[in-house]
């Protein structure tokens, strides 16, 4: 079974992919025709790469390509979406992005980060550079048939797309997975729903693709404990020291995901300094709380809530 999907915006950028995961021993399987795949084929191979040739087509249409490319491919066993974008910025890559997010749903956001440091193309203060030239000035900008206009990323992002996207920049990339993992969550608990990052060597997309990983993955172990055993509210060992929240050990807290309205502060005059995950509507999310809550909501909390007392070593 596929658990890799690239949609390519054309097809030489769909097969360089496909070359590549080739080179590290995945199976790939090319579709070129809607109406002649083979799931056979499909459930045979570790990556599906559908390229949809929508760079130079209507945003409209682009986006159209892309939904039914994404509905078409999308399965519970899939653990990667990619969207394969020019690495110089044209066509409708913010239309695109719109498309395969709405496709999946809320709980998805899209990682962007159009660099490729074998061919000099780079991003670094939000502003793309090839061959050290920023994009604007280069030759690339005056495409006859896709120019682009400014270097700025997420300037070129948010005129297309109809989602908040919000800017990593290389500052915030300089501590490690884990704080960048943090900085990812804190865009998403704002609403961003397209982050999109600087990124100079082959090392800086390992450390967005470590951070990704991580962004989720001390919070899926916790939940996945919780839910074997009916928990619906969490305590995390989280509290609130004046402005930031920190774990009982002192350290400060990376990983925010809060439910929406959240954090509260204070409800009904009682302060809420503590933190816990709260099971709603399908996800788990962060929520403030009380050191007692049973006592003022029994109803919501008594029975079925429990507590983290270490996760791993």
């Given at each position: 079974m596929a ?10 950028g ?7 995961l080739?080179?590290?021993d995945?199976?790939v ?6 109406d002649a795949v ?5 459930d045979g191979?570790?990556?599906?790469i559908y ?10 249409e682009?986006?159209d390509r ?6 078409l491919?999308?399965?519970e ?21 719109d498309?395969?997010?709405?496709s ?10 159009p660099t ?12 793309m ?10 030759g690339?900008?005056?495409d006859?048939?896709t120019p ?7 300037e070129?992002?948010e005129?297309?797309?109809?989602y908040r996207?919000?800017t ?14 943090g ?6 608990s ?6 999109s990052l ?15 990983i ?14 074997q ?6 305590w ?13 050990n002192?350290?400060?807290v ?6 929406e ?19 709603e ?9 009380s050191?007692d809550?049973?006592s ?11 507590y983290v ?5």
């Amino acid at each position: 079974m596929a658990q890799c999907v690239v949609i390519a915006d054309d097809l030489t950028g769909g097969n360089a992919t496909g070359v590549l995961l080739t080179k590290m021993d995945y199976s790939v399987y090319t579709i070129l025709n809607k109406d002649a795949v083979e799931p056979a084929l499909i459930d045979g191979c570790d990556c599906v790469i559908y390229p949809t040739d929508s760079r130079g087509i209507s945003p409209e249409e682009a986006y159209d390509r892309v939904y039914r490319a994404t509905e078409l491919l999308k399965k519970e066993d899939v653990k990667l979406y990619s969207h394969r974008i020019d690495s110089t910025l044209r066509g409708n890559l913010g239309a695109e992005t719109d498309a395969v997010l709405d496709s999946l749903g809320k709980d998805y956001v899209a990682i962007v980060v159009p660099t490729f440091p074998a061919t000099s193309r780079v991003v670094i203060g939000g502003y793309m550079l090839v061959d050290g030239i920023p994009l604007h000035k280069s030759g690339i900008a005056v495409d006859p048939k896709t120019p682009v206009k400014t270097s700025n990323v997420t300037e070129v992002l948010e005129k297309q797309t109809k989602y908040r996207v919000g800017t990593i920049r290389m500052d915030n990339m300089m501590n490690g997975k884990h704080h960048l993992a943090g900085v990812m969550n804190e865009m998403i608990s704002a609403g961003c729903r397209i982050l999109s990052l600087d990124a100079v060597t082959q090392e800086d997309l390992d450390l967005i693709a470590d951070a990704v990983i991580t962004s989720r993955q001390e919070l899926d172990e916790v939940t996945a404990l919780a839910e074997q055993q009916g928990i619906l509210h969490l305590w995390i060992g989280c509290h609130r020291e004046g402005d930031i929240l920190v774990w009982e050990n002192g350290e400060p807290v990376e990983f925010l995901l809060w439910a929406e309205g959240e954090p509260s502060y204070e409800w009904d005059g009682v302060a809420e300094d503590y933190i816990m995950l709260d099971y709603e509507d399908g996800a788990w999310v962060y929520n403030d709380n009380s050191n007692d809550p049973v006592s003022l909501y029994p109803n919501r909390y008594s029975g079925n809530m429990g507590y983290v007392l270490e996760i791993g070593n």
